[in-house]
């Protein structure tokens, strides 16, 4: 069902290959065999305030929550009040979004009237081991009310070595001068596949940072949608994908200007090895009266080997005159010159070449606030440089 | 220390060596000039190790042994150093972690122990003082957005970092002003002890003004058509290349 839903969307999926999520045959999940403890797993520290789900599960055994007044996270079941937002429809190219829409579980996060949420909330979500390929619906909703601030982390892994699938709605909803950051971290097996539809409003002067890691997982399709509602918002998107092996990451984003004075600041790079395939998709939409929208939107990738590719899409659909808008792709190859320089110093051709994929990684990671994600990531980048090739 | 013989090479289809001969000793400064595409860069190149030149003909040892068939990392680690005419930048590699890197790769070649990042940031802040060169520069990026003057500079900090047995400047005086050629002359100079050995490809005198070189040699359609001493050098900047290329001609 899910196959003809999507090969019915055929403009935004022709680059995705989606046998991927029909093949194997995904069952829904059942309870988890096992409650795996997440430490040693996650990138966070303990330090934040956690919350997980296991299986499309609010699981209550992973929860490290001491929350500040003003503050809530709490399983979807619980949430009261929240109907209007849970309720709003999916936007009809979007088919997985609607599967998710039916999930019975997930996480609502709310931020009260300028309140600043003193440490970072960081929500896991994990594929159970299994015998069985394993798909989950989740929700999840932010919501941020004026003059609130908050940073967020997602973590997506698995346990085990099953297929596993996690579909995913989520819902960001900021009000007049709140401010979130909000991480994304993709860190699944070699089995593991993630669909995410992410939907992001803004009122004016609301700050909106996003930063989009791909760090392993055989699959992962993140539509993002965000909608610049309120004058003067702003909107950071950073996005990094290190894909080997036979992964696939896949980012189609818009980001519509509908108010007075927005802001766009997006940037997404991927370094892509082996046989991996990255498809950005990238556009921003200014509508008519959103004047003195300032936005840019760049993609750069690195190809690492003959058959790795890539296809990008940074796009513009201007509907007002008074307008900063620039964009750019672009696709490269290791310098041939800066590795000669490096090794005309000593530095070894592997480590010359690693040398080289940091940096380019690295700028994005560099761009991260969040001190003790920044370190986490940094070792993580470097255990997913490249192998010894020349 | 270097002895090359009979070198012949080519890029792509195009012949550029016919037959090079240059022996360099321990401690000597030479100097090789010569008009535009003699090949002064190519030899540079060649040297240190370039990908993209064939050499068909002829040999070139170093300390005894075959240069020509060490990767580029080697021949450094060997103590061979080029400062590039364009100097490469490289975005989001920190100077100070590239040289760290440099230097402890020659150590470690020489089985000697890493020097820890402590130890190293002293070290090169002293370095840096010796060229000149703002301390800042080091948390900078590889020679990025580095004006002609700082990415010479940069080589010979470089330079002074990992004290070569034998370094080949190619080209380093060009696009330098008249204050910054003093501070890298300096700086070349300092590191000559009697031991190590300098090839300088320049194409104008100017430069030998400040590192007076031990011999001069004149390069010309891909090979050494003429050597003398520094007086060489004068010679050729009041006659030109024309004379002598005459001179081999006839």
Known sequence: MIAQALAAQRKGWRFTPITALTNPDFKPAGLPERIEPLAGRVLCPVGFHRAALVNGRWEARHAMLKLPAGVSVEPLSAASGVGEYLDRPTPSDLPLAKAASAARDGIVVRVSRHVRVDRPIHLVHVSGASSLAASSQTRVLVMLEPGASAELVEETLSFGNAPSWKNVRAQVVLGEGSFLRHHRIVREGLQGRLTLALEVALASRARYESHALNFGGLFAREDLRVRIEGEGAECVLNGLALLGGCEFADHHTVVEHIAVGGTTRQLYKAVIDDKARFVFDGLISVKPGAQKTDAQVYNRNLLLSEEARVNTNPEFKILADDVSCKHGGAVGQLSLEALFYLRSRGIGADEARRLLVYAFGSEMVDRIALEPLKLALADALHGRMPEEHL | MLKITNLHAKVGQRVILKGLNLEVNAGEVHAIMGPNGSGKSTLSYILAGRPGYTVTEGKAEYQGKDLLTMDPEIRAREGIFLAFQYPVEIPGVSNKYFLKAAYNSLRKHRDEPEMDAGAFLKFIKEKAKSVEMDPAFLSRSVNEGFS?????????????????????????DSGLDI???????????????????????????????????????????GRIIKSGGKELALELEKKGYGWIEEKVAA
């Open chain 2, 148 to 172: 002609g003057g700082e990415k010479k500079r940069n080589e010979v900090l470089q330079l002074a970092v990992l004290e070569p047995k034998l370094a080949l400047l190619d080209e380093t």
């Open chain 2, 179 to 221: 204050d910054a050629l003093k501070v890298v002359a300096a700086g070349v100079n300092r590191m000559r002890d009697g031991k190590r050995a300098f090839i300088v490809v320049t194409h104008y005198q100017r430069l030998l003004d400040y590192i007076v070189p031990d011999f001069v040699h004149v390069l010309s359609g």
